[in-house]
């Protein structure tokens, strides 16, 4: 059910391709408010002619009283600030679930690669893994997702379409759990990981474990998924941001009227209010795209096709438990000889090849007179003005460089000093004791 337009999107020189976009149908905004919209100005005419038509001036005083009244006090509602971060809120919300969706096709490329053997039993427990992962996306979706509650009506259907077998769903009612039992055939694709690991059909517990790991993450996608169903935006921001949005056009088929009074906003007798009703397209529009992501589970046009990735999912990854161990003939390729790699382009193609880029300061050139290492002392010979910023700041050293300079410079005849008398002293202490004084070292 996803309205995909990126093809026609793909150049924005086309001027006309983001036209053709407007008037397309499914999943457009003129589809979202046209109802609403309608409404609206099925009630702003009736208004409308009962002021021009079925009042008498008296009465009509009083309806331009109360129109001008709902025209000064309609930006009052500040429909734009709470309906923006209702968007937004929403849009972050989808995007999370998004991706959460769970497909079993990593999960696919362990399976075929770790679970070893080439007889039926091998085969099996490959396909079968993989088989309960999709079997625990179809049990949760079938309680979170109506197209898919529609597909799976009950578990023989999930029986009926080879998911489950007779005997597993035997097995999976009698499992006296009251809240959801999605993940049941997840802890049966672990217990055939552990099976596979001591029957030597997975050669290590490294990759028992990972395997193990990888089943707990599309675990982890799932609850996440049922936990979006569970918990949503809370309600009261739904409310105030729909009652916000309507109640300023309520407020619109009142003050929007053009009326007899002579004021700069009535100078021209509009018999259609265009700008309120693009303001209406709009605002509407905005509320209606949050509704419809508010549950992208569902059976809008831009909801998202679970029944779509559980066939797509299904079928990739028992493919993939299929391809074990096959593998094409090795040949070299036509690059066998060569060191250079240039891979072909077509003529229409060829506008869309670029040159590499190897920096954005490959083509700074640096003058001669300062591209020299520079050495202790000799900083005094380049000019300021010919000086990068770094050499400028080896040239002036800082406070603490100072100090711990002199502070250097001070300390090393200390240092001298204390070895020559420390050497004195010990050859007189040896000259007292009788004993040969030390080679001296040349």
Same mark, same amino acid.
């Given at each position: 059910?996803?309205?995909?337009? #990126?093809?026609?999107?793909? @150049?924005?020189?086309?001027?006309?391709?983001?036209?053709?976009?407007?008037?397309?149908?499914?999943?457009?905004?003129?589809?979202?408010?046209?109802?609403?919209?309608?409404?609206?100005?099925?009630?702003?005419?009736?208004?409308?002619?009962?002021?021009?038509?079925?009042?008498?001036?008296?009465?009509?005083?009083?309806?331009?009283?109360?129109?001008?009244?709902?025209?000064?006090?309609?930006?009052?509602?500040?429909?734009?600030? +709470?309906?923006?971060?209702?968007?937004?809120?929403?849009?972050?919300?989808?995007?999370?679930?998004?991706?959460?969706?769970? /497909?079993?096709?990593?999960? &696919?490329?362990?399976?075929?690669?770790?679970?070893?053997?080439?007889?039926?039993?091998?085969?099996?427990?490959?396909?079968? +893994?993989?088989?309960?992962?999709?079997?625990?996306?179809?049990?949760?979706?079938?309680?979170?997702?109506?197209?898919?509650?529609?597909?799976?009506?009950?578990?023989?259907?999930?029986?009926?379409?080879?998911?489950?077998?007779?005997?597993?769903?035997?097995?999976?009612?009698?499992?006296?759990?009251?809240?959801?039992?999605?993940?049941?055939?997840?802890? /049966?694709?672990?217990?055939?990981?552990?099976?596979?690991?001591?029957?030597?059909?997975?050669?290590? =517990?490294?990759?028992?474990?990972?395997?193990?790991?990888?089943?707990?993450?599309?675990?982890?996608?799932?609850?996440?998924?049922?936990?979006?169903? /569970?918990?949503?935006?809370?309600?009261?921001?739904?409310?105030?941001?729909?009652?916000?949005?309507?109640?300023?056009?309520?407020?619109?088929?009142?003050?929007?009227?053009?009326?007899?009074?002579?004021?700069?906003?009535?100078?021209? =007798?509009?018999?259609?209010?265009?700008?309120?009703?693009?303001?209406?397209?709009?605002?509407?529009? /905005?509320?209606?795209?949050?509704?419809?992501?508010?549950?992208?589970?569902?059976?809008? =046009?831009?909801?998202?096709?679970?029944?779509?990735?559980?066939?797509?999912?299904?079928? #990739?990854?028992?493919?993939?438990?299929?391809?074990?161990?096959?593998?094409?003939?090795?040949?070299?390729?036509?690059?066998?000889?060569?060191?250079?790699?240039?891979?072909?382009?077509?003529?229409?193609?060829?506008?869309?090849?670029?040159?590499?880029?190897?920096?954005?300061?490959?083509?700074?050139?640096?003058?001669?007179?300062?591209?020299?290492?520079?050495?202790?002392?000799?900083?005094?010979?380049?000019?300021?003005?010919?000086?990068?910023?770094?050499?400028?700041?080896?040239?002036?050293? #800082?406070?603490?460089?100072?100090?711990?300079?002199?502070?250097?410079?001070?300390?090393?005849?200390?240092?001298?000093?204390?070895?020559?008398?420390?050497?004195? @002293?010990?050859? &007189?202490?040896?000259?007292?004791?009788?004993?040969?004084?030390?080679?001296?070292?040349?």
């Amino acid at each position: 059910m996803t309205v995909t337009y #990126s093809s026609r999107v793909a @150049s924005v020189s086309n001027v006309a391709s983001f036209f053709k976009l407007l008037i397309r149908w499914k999943g457009s905004v003129i589809k979202l408010v046209l109802v609403d919209l309608i409404i609206f100005l099925v009630l702003y005419f009736i208004f409308n002619f009962t002021y021009r038509f079925g009042l008498n001036p008296a009465q009509k005083r009083t309806f331009e009283s109360i129109a001008s009244y709902c025209n000064q006090n309609t930006g009052r509602i500040p429909v734009a600030f +709470i309906l923006g971060f209702y968007v937004v809120l929403v849009i972050q919300r989808w995007l999370q679930v998004l991706r959460t969706l769970p /497909w079993p096709n990593r999960m &696919s490329f362990f399976t075929t690669t770790l679970v070893h053997g080439d007889d039926e039993m091998g085969r099996l427990m490959r396909r079968t +893994i993989q088989r309960y992962l999709t079997l625990s996306t179809v049990l949760l979706t079938r309680d979170t997702c109506p197209p898919v509650r529609k597909r799976f009506p009950t578990l023989q259907h999930v029986v009926d379409a080879g998911l489950m077998t007779d005997n597993e769903m035997h097995v999976y009612e009698n499992i006296p759990a009251p809240q959801a039992k999605y993940w049941v055939p997840l802890v /049966w694709s672990t217990a055939l990981v552990t099976r596979a690991r001591k029957e030597g059909r997975i050669k290590d =517990d490294i990759s028992a474990q990972t395997m193990i790991v990888e089943i707990d993450k599309y675990r982890g996608y799932l609850m996440a998924l049922f936990n979006y169903d /569970w918990i949503p935006i809370p309600l009261i921001y739904t409310q105030v941001t729909t009652l916000s949005v309507y109640t300023y056009f309520l407020a619109c088929l009142m003050g929007a009227q053009f009326l007899d009074v002579e004021t700069p906003q009535n100078w021209i =007798d509009m018999k259609v209010p265009i700008f309120t009703v693009m303001q209406f397209v709009f605002y509407v529009g /905005w509320l209606k795209v949050a509704e419809c992501m508010l549950n992208p589970l569902g059976e809008d =046009d831009d909801d998202f096709e679970i029944n779509y990735i559980i066939d797509c999912g299904f079928e #990739s990854s028992m493919l993939a438990v299929e391809l074990h161990g096959t593998l094409p003939e090795m040949d070299k390729d036509v690059y066998w000889e060569k060191v250079e790699f240039d891979l072909p382009y077509t003529a229409a193609a060829e506008k869309f090849k670029v040159e590499p880029h190897l920096g954005s300061a490959i083509d700074l050139v640096v003058s001669p007179k300062v591209s020299e290492f520079l050495q202790d002392g000799s900083c005094s010979s380049i000019p300021d003005e010919e000086a990068s910023p770094s050499t400028i700041r080896r040239r002036h050293p #800082s406070k603490m460089q100072r100090i711990f300079s002199n502070r250097s410079r001070h300390m090393r005849p200390r240092r001298q000093l204390s070895r020559t008398t420390s050497s004195n @002293s010990q050859t &007189s202490g040896q000259k007292a004791r009788g004993l040969p004084e030390p080679a001296s070292v040349p």
